[in-house]
T-cell receptor
Framework: KAGVTQTPRYLIKTRGQQVTLSCSPISGHRSVSWYQQTPGQGLQFLFEYFSETQRNKGNFPGRFSGRQFSNSRSEMNVSTLELGDSALYLC????????????FGQGTRLTVV | QKEVEQNSGPLSVPEGAIASLNCTYSDRGSQSFFWYRQYSGKSPELIMFIYSNGDKEDGRFTAQLNKASQYVSLLIRDSQPSDSATYLCAVTPYGGATNKLIFGTGTLLAVQP
């Protein structure tokens, strides 16, 4: 059974640009959550999707957005990139809508220069 | 007060010993509790989850939950050098149907051969 797949694995972008990251959850999983990991702040929750609906959003500016498609695949977008957006972006996949185990993808390493 | 607190370590134990990792949380309504292992440069890997008070054992790992005292711990028996990693405690907060996770900053475990 394939795990969570995130693409691309690495990205280098310039300040002011925008970026789109993709996540394919484990087959049959309907919940996708996104996290940002930095050395200073650790793992921070960005948002959560279930059945194409955003259910929760973390404390991030509106430049961070996401969506989920009918096949449960998810994308997140960051517009007007800032140097501080450099981080490892992780997607987690869960089978059901609540209180179930979350399995992480390999992450996308974003560097903003 | 941070929502989920862990001692950052490093926690150094000799090979074959028991490693004890602790975590406290502030939200008394927290629903589910997870332990992830993260090797340097890799994504978090789920190793244990626990929902009810008491102990849960899986191989060399035992998770312990005490909701009255708001702490959760992870014991690793017969520690091996390959267990050297950062261990992240995560909780699902109170608030209805969600898979959102709030993470501690992690404890670095070093198992000495």
């Amino acid at each position: 059974k394939a795990g969570v797949t995130q693409t691309p694995r690495y990205l280098i972008k310039t300040r002011g640009q925008q970026v789109t990251l993709s996540c394919s959850p484990i087959s049959g999983h309907r919940s996708v959550s996104w996290y940002q990991q930095t050395p200073g702040q650790g793992l921070q929750f960005l948002f959560e999707y279930f059945s194409e609906t955003q259910r929760n959003k973390g404390n991030f500016p509106g430049r961070f957005s996401g969506r989920q498609f009918s096949n449960s695949r998810s994308e997140m977008n960051v517009s007007t990139l800032e140097l501080g957006d450099s981080a490892l972006y992780l997607c987690a996949s869960s089978l059901t809508g609540h209180n179930t185990e979350a399995f992480f993808g390999q992450g996308t390493r974003l560097t903003v220069v | 007060q941070k929502e989920v607190e862990q001692n950052s370590g490093p926690l150094s134990v000799p090979e074959g010993a028991i490693a004890s990792l602790n975590c406290t949380y502030s939200d008394r309504g927290s629903q589910s509790f997870f332990w992830y292992r993260q090797y340097s440069g890799k994504s978090p890997e789920l190793i244990m989850f626990i929902y009810s008070n008491g102990d849960k054992e899986d191989g060399r790992f035992t998770a312990q939950l005490n909701k009255a005292s708001q702490y959760v711990s992870l014991l690793i028996r017969d520690s091996q050098p390959s267990d050297s990693a950062t261990y992240l405690c995560a909780v699902t907060p109170y608030g209805g149907a969600t898979n959102k996770l709030i993470f501690g900053t992690g404890t670095l475990l070093a198992v000495q051969p």
